[in-house]
T-cell receptor, first 120, second 111 residues
């Protein structure tokens, strides 16, 4: 079974440009998450899709970030325009189904290899 | 506020020595705690979770609600244990199970 894939693996752009990151979750996984690790800091949650719906986008830093998951399959994360502080590693993760709520166990999240974004 | 603290950025030990990677959390409800590991040139992967109460690759972690800790332990470290370790919690919300990570601890095991 193929794992979570992300493209590109590395992107170098100049401040003010636009970049689109792509994530392909494990086939059949309804949940898709985006996280980001800025150098020296913790991995931070950005948002969570359940199928094509945004379940939680509380971690999105500002309106320069736009995430989509049309059709509930792959997802894209667009940064427009990119700023220096957007540099970091962007991780995508997926999990099969949501078992949350009182007494529910959290599904294991499977991570992609990450996209390293460098904004110059 | 929900927070995970890993006080050590780097932990260096010799092969065969005991290892303890510290993790403390703050959360008012009943969190689920996890340890994720990232080996060199590999992706982040789940090592263990507190509800499983199992040992993976010789590692164990016990949730101590009184001390709000979830330290990762191994009695005898191996060179292949060298990696980046992240403690994480999943907040019990009705609509999301996002993970909140600590800053990570790099474990170096010398021969």
């Amino acid at each position: 079974e193929a794992g979570v894939t992300q493209f590109p693996s590395h992107s170098v752009i100049e401040k003010g440009q636009t970049v689109t990151l792509r994530c392909d979750p494990i086939s059949g996984h309804d949940n898709l998450y985006w996280y980001r690790r800025v150098m020296g800091k913790e991995i931070k949650f950005l948002l969570h899709f359940v199928k094509e719906s945004k379940q939680d986008e509380s971690g999105m830093p500002n309106n320069r970030f736009l995430a989509e998951r049309t059709g509930g399959t792959y997802s894209t994360l667009k940064v427009q325009p990119a700023e220096l502080e957007d540099s970091g590693v962007y991780f995508c993760a997926s999990s099969p189904g949501f078992l949350g709520g009182a007494g529910g166990a959290t599904d294991t999240q499977y991570f992609g290899p990450g996209t390293r974004l460098t904004v110059l | 506020a929900q927070r995970v603290t890993q006080p050590e950025k780097l932990l260096s030990v010799f092969k065969g020595a005991p290892v303890e990677l510290k993790c403390n959390y703050s959360y008012s409800g009943s969190p689920e705690l996890f340890w994720y590991v990232q080996y060199s040139r590999q992706r982040l992967q789940l090592l263990l979770r507190h509800i499983s109460r199992e040992s993976i690759k010789g590692f164990t972690a016990d949730l101590n609600k009184g001390e709000t800790s979830f330290h990762l332990k191994k009695p005898f470290a191996q060179e292949e244990d060298s990696a980046m370790y992240y403690c994480a919690l999943s907040a019990e919300h009705y609509n999301t199970d996002k993970l909140i990570f600590g800053t990570g601890t790099r474990l170096q095991v010398f021969p």
